[in-house]
């Protein structure tokens, strides 16, 4: 590996023996690397022999510094921070490029996987839609898209059901995992009788055998 110190630009959470794939994984658009989600889930990739990279948009690093919420940057302040990232991670390390987000982090990364010819692509919680506006659709692009992507999906997310997902036309490299009763941070309700953890381990599973089988 070349010089180590542009992890500093990341969180690094790493399994105990050689990882499996490295993702680079962006947070939603609420919250940021260090949520209850974001240290769960890497945490649990690591078991599975992932190795995590996570790194704050502009907008969210402002924020931590500045002790007060900040909204999200614009879309193209998102993608191009996107591609700096990778940028940085290419310069260092060699091996297949996961991209990997978190809503407003995922979709950002499935408008730019095919661009930056990424290995694969995993959306947790994809936002197919606005809250409250489901004519206001963010599928175009994934009709067409080539990088084999695993959408991890609560099944009463607020910004993409299953009900709704199921009439979308989706290209062929999109495999969907659904989540029991789970909401948009893959939160099932109690009486799924699957806590919270369990879900991120379940889908920490789904994750690593999806790279197993497309990386």
Known sequence: MADELYLDSFRECRPAGPPLATLLLAHGAGAGIDSPFMEQLAEALARRDIRTLRFDFPYMARARAEGKRRP?????????????????WR???????????????????SLLADELGAAGLICLGYPFHPAGKPERLRT????????????????????????????????????????????????????????????????????AAFVRTSG
Do not use: C, F
């Open 140 to 207: 175009e692009h994934l009709a067409t898209l080539a990088t084999p992507t695993l959408i991890v999906q609560g099944e009463r997310d607020a910004l993409g059901t299953r009900e709704e997902v199921a009439g979308y036309a989706l290209a062929p490299s999109i495999e969907l995992q659904w989540i029991a009763t789970a909401d948009h941070d893959l939160k099932p309700l109690k009486s799924s009788g699957l806590s919270h953890s369990q879900a991120l381990v379940e889908t920490a599973a789904w994750v």
């Open 72 to 88: 999200p940057n614009p879309a193209p302040v998102l993608l191009e921070h996107w591609r700096e990232t990778v940028a940085t």
């Open 91 to 109: 310069a260092a390390e060699r091996g297949p490029l996961w991209l990997a987000g978190k809503s407003m982090g995922g979709r950002m990364a």
